[in-house]
């Protein structure tokens, strides 16, 4: 079965740091990646998304992800933070089958 | 295009009762996935609709869910009777196709509590 650890439950910077959260995944099959968003009080948007080529996937507001297969890693990344940032991250991954999330990470920027 | 809708966004009823929530898919999507996020724990996988078929049930927590999509338009999901351990959001999804890697599209989710 597919499953999906989000190591950072919670993760406070302040404006302008660099962010990286962590993400590994479970599943012996070819798999595609995501990176979900949920900002407070909206739905879940994605982020980003790998199923083949580059490993290094660039995404919207300026987020990238780095699929690294022997790690089964699919870290997200950005160079600095703003406070618009402020949400809760989610990875997701899929094989065939229906998404299977992460626990969340919830990201608080401060000025 | 109009995105994923659910109704209500909140509800609170007592332990015993029934609630129904409401997901209006985005129109053309024939996929329909509804999701439910327990208080600090993951997104799971409840079940996934290919028009008013059933495709994948596994995630179905127990018989007091039932979920349909009659003429595989909107989707009702009901909860009877509902539990505390029921609380949650409750997430729809849809999808032009069954590939996940083409996207989901979700809603903003039925925040239920169960006193």
């Known amino acids: 079965a597919q499953s999906v650890s989000q190591h950072n439950h919670h993760v406070i910077l302040s404006e302008a740091a660099s962010l990286e959260l962590g993400c590994n995944y479970s599943?012996?099959?070819?798999?595609?990646l995501f990176w979900y968003v949920q900002y407070p009080g909206q739905h879940l948007q994605l982020l980003l998304k790998y199923f083949s080529g580059d490993p290094l996937v660039k995404g919207i507001k300026g987020f990238e992800a780095e699929f690294i297969k022997s790690k089964f890693s699919f870290n997200l990344r950005k160079p600095s933070v703003q406070w618009s940032d402020t949400a809760e991250y989610f990875c997701?991954?899929?094989?065939?089958?229906?998404?299977?999330f992460g626990k969340g990470t919830r990201l608080s920027v401060i000025a | 295009e109009a995105g994923v809708t659910q109704f209500p966004s909140h509800s609170v009823i007592e332990k015993g009762q029934t609630v129904t929530l409401r997901c209006d898919p985005i129109?053309?999507?024939?996929?329909l996935y509804w999701y439910r996020r327990v208080m600090g724990k993951e997104i799971k996988f409840l079940l996934h609709?290919?028009?008013?078929?059933?495709?994948?049930e596994s995630g179905m927590p127990n018989n007091r869910f039932l979920a349909e999509r009659t003429g595989g338009t909107y989707s009702t999901l009901k909860v009877q009777p509902a539990e505390l351990e029921d609380s949650g959001v409750y997430f729809c999804a849809s999808s032009q196709t069954h590939r996940a890697n083409y996207g989901y599209t979700f809603g903003s989710g039925t925040r239920l509590t169960v006193v």
């Open positions: 609709f290919v028009k008013e078929s059933k495709q994948d």
């Open positions: 129109s053309g999507h024939d996929n």
């Open positions: 997701a991954v899929s094989g065939n089958t229906p998404l299977v």
């Open positions: 599943y012996g099959g070819t798999v595609n």
